[in-house]
């Protein structure tokens, strides 16, 4: 187009403008498909020079629409959940309170660990051919905090109170309740950023399955109870990451059990929600007890793991590997070596 047409063209398009901004509503009958009136953004220059360079010419809907902005998770690497380690204000400086039953746990049981309340179910191959199906039936639940309000990586002190039953079926058998442990215990525990602490007392003890008593007239039962109080900490390197250590002495016990027992381990797993596709974890735990005479156990898992963004409840399936001492305390002086596969619910 001629440049020298363009102001005459924008004298043009203004005066419609104009003309359709003043006129009555309903003068072109239903003036719903009337187009918005248009307002240019840059005024006509009036032609001087046919060689000069006019600036293009901008119109904009006299609505004014702004797109949403696109949405940003909190914290690090755009996860759903703040980090104990950012520093950020929302996160570092949320007050504490006394909460009754609180939404979270400040020190997880171990992913490892022998006697955690869970809910569970192994299948194991002894290396004696034998198959083994160990489930747990266990909670944990808070009754007491003071500290943060959220549930997700909590702070403050909080007691808590947690039970299991630990049964041992031997399905090559008829299915025979080998033995069942139970296990109750009542931990106070402390986090703040990445460091956390207990202090619990608890109370176990292991009975035979009456079926496989019968089976096994010339077993005699240890008659396995232990009460003790531990006490662990532990740190997480980063989020996804936890090392612990845990020492425990028993104030009473029976069927072959003495005072000092010893565990550690670490965690790969992380904190945040994980969404359908999941996320791979690790966890190892050596358990080591004076009633063994300083030997013990490690306990080996690894697998894929789905946690939820409105809690830490965590589900995951995955293989074990169990090398040493018989973690049923009915038998606890067998040295056992087991593989298997699990499905495992933790609180």
């Given amino acids: 187009m001629n440049r020298s047409c363009q102001p005459l063209l924008c004298f043009v398009l203004t005066l419609i403008s104009t003309m359709s901004a003043q006129l009555p509503s309903g003068a072109f009958g239903n003036d719903r498909f009337l187009p918005p009136p248009l307002i240019p953004l ?3 220059i009036p032609h001087q020079d046919a060689d000069a360079v006019w600036p293009p010419i901008e119109f904009q809907n006299q609505i004014n629409h702004q797109p949403s902005a696109s949405p940003v998770w909190p914290g690090i690497d755009e996860s759903p959940f703040p980090s104990a380690f950012t520093g950020n204000a929302a996160w570092t400086d ?21 006697k955690e309340p869970r809910l569970s179910n192994t299948f194991f191959t002894e290396s004696g051919g034998q198959t083994l199906l160990d489930s747990t039936l266990g909670w944990r639940v808070g009754l007491i905090r003071f500290g943060t309000t959220r549930g997700i990586q909590p702070e403050g002190l ?3 109170v947690e039970g299991g039953t630990f049964l041992r079926v031997l399905p090559n058998e008829g299915n025979d309740l080998q033995s069942i442990d139970f296990r109750a215990g009542i931990p106070l525990t402390w986090r703040e950023g990445p460091f956390q602490a207990k202090v619990a007392a608890y109370h176990v003890e292991s009975h035979v399955g009456d079926d496989y008593l019968a089976k096994h007239p010339g077993f005699v039962s240890n008659k396995y109870d232990r009460t003790a109080i531990v006490f662990g900490v532990g740190y997480f390197v980063f989020d996804s990451l936890r090392l612990y250590t845990e020492v425990g002495w028993g104030i009473s016990g029976a069927g072959g059990d003495k005072p000092f027992e010893w565990q550690s381990g670490l965690e790969w797993s992380s904190p945040h929600a994980t969404g359908l596709r999941g996320s791979p974890y690790f966890a190892a735990n050596v358990h080591l007890r004076e009633a063994t005479y300083g030997s013990g156990s490690v306990n080996v898992l690894a697998g894929w793991q789905w ?31 087991l593989f298997g596969f699990g499905v495992r619910y933790d609180y």
């Fill in 42 to 44: 840059a005024p006509a």
């Fill in 94 to 114: 949320a007050t504490w309170d006394w909460r009754f039953l609180p939404e979270g746990l400040l020190y997880h049981s171990y992913l490892a660990g022998e």
């Fill in 158 to 160: 909080q007691i808590d």
């Fill in 307 to 337: 946690r939820r963004s409105q809690s830490e409840h965590l589900f995951r399936v995955g293989l074990q590997y169990f090398g040493g001492k018989n973690n049923q305390y009915s038998f606890l002086q067998d040295n056992q070596q």
